[in-house]
C-alpha cells in the first residue's frame, strides 16, 4: 500500500508564509502526477496546483504569482510554498499523486488533509 501524508498546516496572518510537505510511502515503484488541492467549509474540494514527474506546473487563477509547488522526486516528496496568503486561502490542504506499485498501472491516492488557517 502507498501512504501519502501533509505536513506544514497550521496558523498564520495574512501576508505570511507557510510551507505544506507531501510524503509519499509504502511500495512505490514511480510517481507520476502529484498536486495539492483544497477543500474550504461548505464548498467543493478545488485544485490548487499540479505538477507532472518531468516538473511541469500548472496553477488555479487564485493563487498563481503566490504558490509555487515543486518535488524531489529521490525522497517521493512534493511541496506548496504559500505566500501573501489571505483569508481566503483558509481550508483544509489534501495531497493527491498517481502511483505505480508493482507495474505500469497507476493508482490515484489521498493524504489525510493538513488544516491551513489565515487570520485577517
Known amino acids: 500500500q502507498v501512504q501519502l501524508v501533509e505536513s506544514g498546516g497550521g496558523l498564520v496572518q495574512a501576508g505570511g508564509s507557510l510551507r505544506l510537505s507531501c510524503s509519499a510511502s509504502?511500495?512505490?515503484?514511480?510517481?507520476?502526477?502529484m498536486a495539492w488541492y483544497r477543500q474550504a467549509p461548505g464548498k467543493q474540494r478545488e485544485l490548487v496546483a499540479g505538477?507532472?514527474?518531468?516538473?511541469?506546473?500548472n496553477y488555479a487563477d487564485s493563487v498563481k504569482g503566490r504558490f509555487t509547488i515543486s518535488r524531489d522526486n529521490a525522497k517521493n516528496t512534493m511541496y506548496l510554498q504559500m505566500n501573501s496568503l489571505k483569508p481566503e486561502d483558509t481550508a483544509v490542504y489534501y495531497c493527491?499523486?498517481?502511483?505505480?506499485?508493482?507495474?505500469?498501472?497507476?493508482?490515484?491516492?489521498w493524504g489525510q488533509g493538513t488544516q491551513v488557517t489565515v487570520s485577517s
Open positions: 493527491n499523486a498517481d502511483v505505480s506499485s508493482r507495474s505500469l498501472f497507476y493508482s490515484n491516492y
Open positions: 509504502g511500495r512505490i515503484r514511480s510517481i507520476n502526477a
Open positions: 505538477i507532472t514527474s518531468a516538473g511541469s506546473t
